[in-house]
């Protein structure tokens, strides 16, 4: 074996060999968006079972109410359904209904005292606000999981692997501004 075919083939080696490392980073990344997202996947599923609970505290105490209560189930329903089908982008809206439905469920159970001293509605309301704030956490780490994915699959050389493996993008999810503003408690009560 001549030198320039043991140059040829040690360069092909270290061509593998940086072939192997580069797919090898995007598929870590590419499960790292998988289990973000499952991470948030578990809290919805929190959040979807402890929902109909809250209302159905809150039905008992605010008869008057029913618009309210339903928005926020229509939105649970809405949240769900975006869940099931995997699309980040519905998520994001159908979670920004809700949160508001929410917010508006709390704001006005400030009208009725009975329902706020009553202690199942007071774990609930906590349990939920404590999921919500969990989310919101797992977003961020969802979002930095899929930004860090999306970047590494547009870099060269990285590139090159990427669209030879048909590694792909994924959505980030986003929250409209409204979602994370405070409810406006005046505009509730006119």
Known sequence: MGIALSIIVFLLVLILIWGIIIYNGLVRLKH????????????LRQRHDELPKLVETARQYMHYERDTLERVMEARAAVNDAQQRGDVGALGGAEQSL???????????EAYPELKANETFQHLQ???????????????????????????IEQFPDVLIAQLF?????????FDRKTTEDVDVKALFN
């Open 166 to 174: 048909r590694f792909r993008a994924f959505r980030l999810l986003e």
């Open 99 to 109: 949160r508001l439905g929410l917010g508006n469920l709390f704001a006005v159970a």
């Open 32 to 43: 790292n968006v998988s289990q973000s997202w499952s991470n948030i996947d578990v809290l």
């Open 126 to 152: 906590q349990r939920i606000s404590g999921l919500e704030n969990e989310i919101a956490d797992r977003r961020e780490f969802y979002n930095a999981a899929v930004n860090t994915n999306n970047i590494r």
